[in-house]
């Protein structure tokens, strides 16, 4: 079974950097080839939001407009792991975030972050922008 786990939250100052992981296990043969990553986040009493969408395979990577320019996904496939590098931070960037796995999913031009296009999830890790 595909397990994920986040690391790399923390508390940050507005305007700084946070470099999050999302690293693959327990799947045999496990490529992010196949495999696009998303990242979510939970801000305290609202609904999980699609972040990014990452593909490696060649299907394209897409951001939602408010992370734009600021977040960059990329993937080290000898590592199983995904990042999101995330500068500029911003309050409310503030929340939970989690990585999630959906299989075959082509990422360039994907915009619904719908929860049921991806199979497995991470445990989430938390990130707070605060001054």
């Known amino acids: 079974q595909l397990q994920l786990v986040e690391s790399g939250g923390g508390l940050v100052q507005p305007g700084g950097s946070l470099r999050l992981s999302c690293a693959a296990s327990?799947?045999?043969?496990?490529?992010?080839?196949?495999?696009?990553i998303g990242w979510f986040r939970q801000a305290p009493g609202k609904e999980r939001e699609g972040v990014s969408c990452f593909s490696h395979g060649g299907g394209g990577t897409s951001y939602t407009d408010s992370v734009k320019g600021r977040f960059t996904a990329s993937a080290d496939n000898a590592k199983n792991t995904v990042y999101l590098q995330m500068n500029s931070l911003k309050p409310e960037d503030t929340g939970v975030y989690y990585c999630?796995?959906?299989?075959?999913?082509?990422?360039?031009?994907?915009?619904?972050?719908?929860?049921?296009?991806?199979?497995?999830w991470g445990q989430g890790t938390q990130v707070t922008v605060s001054s």
């Open positions: 327990g799947f045999t043969g496990f490529t992010f080839d196949y495999y696009a």
């Open positions: 999630a796995a959906g299989p075959m999913l082509a990422c360039d031009g994907y915009t619904t972050y719908d929860e049921i296009d991806f199979a497995s």
